[in-house]
């Protein structure tokens, strides 16, 4: 079982829809996770990051994490194609505080 | 604020040729990383570096590759002899937390893109 996994997609939406994307990770010990996007031929940027259980709302992005079930997600409301980007979930290892990243699920709004 | 530069942002070799990354982190950030990122996968962590000491290096497949940050600043990531399957992306990060900790945010630099040949 891989550390981190994502459907690798593409996810694809229309303009104006809810993109929800998904995370789940093996180490039960986990206490912080990290959503990063990634714009084809740049570098990963933080959007999103969740330390507790339940929601937590930044605009139109709203990180989801479960850790009885291990999941992870991020919802963006009201897609824009601006939004169309590979999303990352990251996990630090509890054994040595690196950050693990998982695959990326790429993500394509159409206008 | 200036973020953190690498260079080259592209280089093409041969396999069995030598490349030298480099990377000056955000100042004043005692913790560096270089990441390799295949195409199609998420980045994988190389080395983290907390000031000049190593802090991880278990992935790093030392009988090829070698990483330094003698001054505790800018750093250099070297491949000796490359083989095909070095081609990717190396992206060098930084951050302003300390080992041990959540690792917080990772300010990434924009990457060395290698390809061999």
């Known amino acids: 079982q891989k550390e981190v996994e994502q459907n690798s997609g593409p996810l694809s939406v229309p303009e104006g829809a809810i993109a929800s994307l998904n995370c789940t990770y093996s180490?039960?010990?986990?206490?912080?996770f990290f959503w990063y996007r990634q714009y084809s031929g740049k570098s990963p940027e933080l959007i999103m990051s969740?330390?507790?259980?339940g929601d937590k709302e930044d605009g139109r992005f709203t990180a989801q994490l479960n850790k009885a079930s291990q999941y992870v997600s991020l919802l963006i409301r009201d897609s824009q194609p601006s939004d169309s980007a590979t999303y990352l979930c990251?996990?630090?290892?509890?054994?040595?505080?690196?950050?693990?990243f998982g695959q990326g699920t790429t993500l394509q709004v159409k206008p | 604020e200036a973020g953190v530069a690498q260079s080259p942002r592209y280089k093409i070799i041969e396999k069995r040729q030598s490349v030298a990354f480099w990377c000056n982190p955000i100042?004043?950030?005692?913790?560096l990383y270089w990441y390799q990122q295949i195409l199609g996968q998420g980045p994988k962590l190389l080395i983290q570096?907390?000031?000049?000491?190593?802090?991880?290096d278990s992935q790093l497949p030392k009988d090829r590759f070698s990483a330094e940050r003698l001054k505790g600043v800018d750093s250099t990531l070297k491949i000796q002899p490359a083989k095909l399957e070095d081609s990717a992306v190396y992206l060098c990060?930084?951050?302003?937390?300390?080992?041990?900790?959540?690792?917080?945010?990772?300010?990434f630099g924009e990457g060395s893109r290698l390809t061999v040949l």
């Open positions: 990060a930084s951050s302003s937390h300390l080992a041990g900790g959540p690792p917080g945010e990772l300010f």
């Open positions: 180490d039960r010990v986990s206490q912080s």
């Open positions: 969740i330390y507790s259980n």
């Open positions: 990251a996990v630090p290892s509890s054994n040595t505080g690196k950050l693990i």
């Open positions: 100042s004043g950030h005692a913790t």
């Open positions: 570096f907390q000031n000049n000491g190593v802090v991880d």
